[in-house]
């Protein structure tokens, strides 16, 4: 399963990146069929993909960093942070303009992740603080402890040809997060040792590795986990899946036992695998905005 992370860029003419975007999309689309563009032409078409403008931009090894100005809710410009981790494209910090000492506050964060059968996209508020210093060509990023998550302020939802936006796009994020995040939590501790979780180099690896011990009945007999039987086996059926309530009970928590059972699991692994691998990597997304010197570009 390929998942498209996608990025915004200002300040251009709309016009001309149309012409060109719409040129590429269609050469693109006909070669791959690439949702990443679908989305992308989307937001071209209603302006959103220009309403943030980049005025300076840094690089370091692990994150980039950008300078913004853009109108808020009130049509006032407003100046700020975007901060992108290389790793986890998929997460966009959003902080206030850093003061003269360099502290910022984080406002939001925005997610946009798709798969071949749609796409997710959300903005959730933040809290916490941290520094970024400026001198010269050269630039200094730290962040102030953990970063805290609040309510879902926009979302809108693509699925199989079924588009969602405001307060039902949000109910549904909300009600998604909850499981996602009990799910990361779980996966997070599943090896007994969280400080020695499992890794992984990128979606499609997380997606390998948990898809099997997540979903055996839908794994080869050859890749499901030695704990799995069908033997004596209770089973429900769900999403056209017959599900073995018996491993579910073996492995998982009391209140994802429902959840599984019912395929909500599945369409949150399906349907947004990018997000449930952004928040099992919370920690690390949060290390990489940690003690980072950066270059202007």
């Known amino acids: 399963m390929k998942v498209y992370p996608i990025c915004y860029s200002g300040g251009a003419n709309c016009s001309i990146y149309l012409r060109t975007f719409l040129a590429l999309f269609l050469f693109s689309f006909t070669l791959s069929g690439c949702l990443g563009l679908v989305e992308k032409a989307g937001r071209i078409a209603d302006g959103s993909a220009f309403s943030v403008k980049t005025t300076a931009r840094y690089r370091g090894k692990t994150v980039e960093v950008r300078e913004i100005s853009f109108k808020n809710q009130n049509k006032q410009p407003e100046q700020g942070l975007l901060i992108i981790p290389d790793d986890f494209p998929f997460f966009q ?4 303009q850093p003061d003269r000492n360099g502290l910022f506050f984080f406002t939001s964060l925005y997610y946009v992740g798709g798969t071949y059968s749609g796409w997710n996209e959300w903005t ?9 210093r400026i001198s010269g060509n050269t630039a200094y990023l730290n962040i102030d402890g953990s970063i805290g998550t609040g309510s879902f302020t926009s979302a809108k939802i693509l699925h199989n040809g079924d588009k969602r936006a405001g307060e039902e796009a949000i109910a549904s994020v909300r009600a998604r997060a909850e499981r996602i995040v009990a799910l990361a939590e779980w996966m ?5 040792d969280p400080g020695h979780r499992q890794r992984f180099s990128n979606v499609e690896a997380f997606e390998e590795y948990w898809k099997p011990i997540l979903f055996p009945e839908l794994a080869p007999p050859d890749q499901r986990p030695s704990t799995y039987t069908e033997t004596d086996a209770e089973w429900s059926r769900a999403e056209s899946v017959r599900w073995n309530r018996t491993y579910t009970r073996s492995l998982f928590p009391e209140e994802l036992r ?8 599945m369409r949150d692994f399906e349907e947004a695998p990018a997000w449930l691998y952004c928040m099992y990597e919370w920690q690390s997304i949060e290390a990489a905005l940690k003690e980072n ?3 202007k570009q």
């Open 188 to 192: 997070g501790a599943f090896s007994g």
């Open 93 to 96: 910090f959003r902080t206030t």
């Open 293 to 295: 010197n950066l270059v």
């Open 124 to 132: 959730q508020m933040l809290s916490g603080s941290g520094t970024f």
């Open 258 to 265: 429902p959840v599984r059972d019912s395929g909500a699991l």
